[in-house]
């Protein structure tokens, strides 16, 4: 199977501050990615979908300039959390496919905790 | 949207099967998927299935009928290690973006 590439697997920062979470695939190029998180015992949200060289597609009710995402090539997608709070510390987990029709491959994942 | 279905808990002994049943209801059907995660970590795909029928894997199997909006994932020979959470994911086409949306998870625990 591909391999995508998540870092950090796990920060933490004060409430205010902004985080950069970096999603890369490995040994593919993804023309989309996708971000989601995941509060525990509960499923994946997807929150948005990142496309290279274009505005990222927000799902309803996710703020687009908290969660800031930048797709600058074919391998890496960001995710910038800006001013977190608390309530954003959570589990996020960016997915990418070789193709548009074919299994999605997720990264490892990064606990986010806002202190 | 998509509305999908899974029981939230099973529990199972070494050795035995368990089947875990998911129900979506989504326009534009492209395929349902399947995951375990385990706690802490990123999901892994365990099966894909977009015609109707049964798909093998292992000690995994999968089935879908399309018609009902129903998929139920086997897991054979349980071991400790299947200890897991399973997500049923479906895939929509929407726009050009073909997007997963997940289900709640069915936490597996297996006993010895």
Redesign the interface.
Known sequence: ?AVVS?HPSRVICKSGTSVKIECRSLDFQAT?M?WYRQFP??????MA?S?EGSKA?YEQGVEKDKFLINHASLTLSTLTVTSAHPEDSS?Y?C?A?KQ??T???????T?LTVV | GQNIDQPTEMTATEGAIVQINCTYQTSGF?GL?W?QQHA??????LS?NVLDGLEEKGRFSSFLSRSKGYSYLLLKELQMKDSASY?CAVRDLWS??????????T?VTVRA
């Open positions: 199977g998540q989309t996708f015992k509960q499923s994946l949200m997807l979908t496309n597609t589990f987990i997915s496919s548009t029709n299994e999605a491959f997720f990264g490892q994942g606990r | 492209n998927f995951y802490g970590e990123a999901p892994t795909f894909y997500l050009n973006d073909y997007k997963l949306s997940f289900g709640a998870g936490t």
